[in-house]
């Protein structure tokens, strides 16, 4: 993170030198720009981290309370427990490779938010419905309840929604552009 | 000057998939060895049966449906973690 912050700042100084404000004050956006698109990737990364380690450690917990949920089909339980981990892990591994394939990036984040999308539509829906609320163990954090889980996943859905939008700005010129995988041709 | 940016382009890249790559290790071993190093717990039903589990079924059980608590070395009940389960909610 301090060598990126430092090429990054490189290039800003660089740009001083030519006495140009409106270059410096394009350079510093670009820097502050770059530097929230790569703070959001990492903690939506972070946040399925958790949740992945938490369904995988606490597999039959996880899957019990897939069971029992009456939103769901029982029979669908055990494969849910273990596919719904899974697709996070893959989303993951597509956004932390989609640095180098811009691409790849941007298609993980749009499954991202489409995820976070039905997540947060799931506990609405048992917010709207509380007689039919299921295990708190199926959230992000069996602790919390669903009105938290609720309002953390709005969050999310907004940090997703930030990184997505910074994406298609191109302000992130080195990153998002993937335009910018031949930097010299036009 | 072509290739230059070119290259840093390239080194840019490297180091945000491996930041990436970091932060997602980290969250995700981070929360397994946490996870490992707290003490068994067990839930137990409020209904007066007592009855034990590791994941209680509350459904339609009402509030205050299980509580959870630290399970000593002899399978005895310890402290209160402080956790609930609750079944059915008005919120």
Same mark, same amino acid.
């Given at each position: ?14 740009n ?10 394009i ?15 990492? +903690? ?8 992945? +380690? ?5 597999? +039959? ?5 897939l ?39 941007k ?11 039905l997540?947060t ?41 930030? +990184? ?23 | ?5 070119k ?26 060895v946490?996870?490992m ?55």
């Open positions: 993170m301090a060598v990126l912050l430092l090429l990054m700042l490189n290039d800003v100084k660089g001083m030198k030519t006495r140009e404000p409106i270059v410096v004050v350079k510093i956006y670009w820097l502050v720009a770059e530097i929230m698109y790569v703070l959001s990737i990492v +903690a939506l990364l972070g946040v399925f981290a958790y949740f992945c +380690a938490m369904k995988v450690r606490h597999y +039959a917990t996880f899957q019990e309370g069971a029992l949920a009456p939103q769901l089909p029982t029979v669908a339980a055990p494969y849910l427990a273990w596919i719904i981990p899974l697709v996070c892990f893959a989303v993951c591994a597509m956004i932390i490779y989609g640095f180098m394939q811009p691409r790849l990036l298609l993980g984040l749009w499954i991202y938010l489409v995820l976070m999308v997540f539509a799931f506990i609405g829906y048992i917010l709207r419905h509380p007689v039919d609320a299921p295990c708190e163990c199926l959230g992000l954090d069996e602790n919390w309840r669903w009105k938290k889980h609720f309002w953390v996943n709005t969050g999310i859905l907004t940090i997703t929604g930030l +990184a997505i939008w910074l994406h298609y700005k191109r302000i992130v010129a080195t990153i998002g552009n993937e335009h910018s995988e031949n930097p010299g041709k036009k | 000057m072509v290739l230059l940016i290259q840093e382009v390239i080194m840019k890249r490297t180091l945000l998939s491996l930041i990436a790559l970091g932060a997602f290790v980290t969250s995700f071993a981070g929360t397994i946490k996870e190093m707290q003490d068994p717990t067990i839930w137990e039903y409020n209904d007066g049966t007592h009855d034990r589990t590791s994941n209680p079924d509350c459904r339609g059980a009402g509030p205050l449906c299980a509580t959870e608590y630290f399970l000593n070395e002899d399978g005895s009940l310890g402290a209160a973690t402080g956790n609930v389960r609750n079944g059915v909610r008005a919120n």
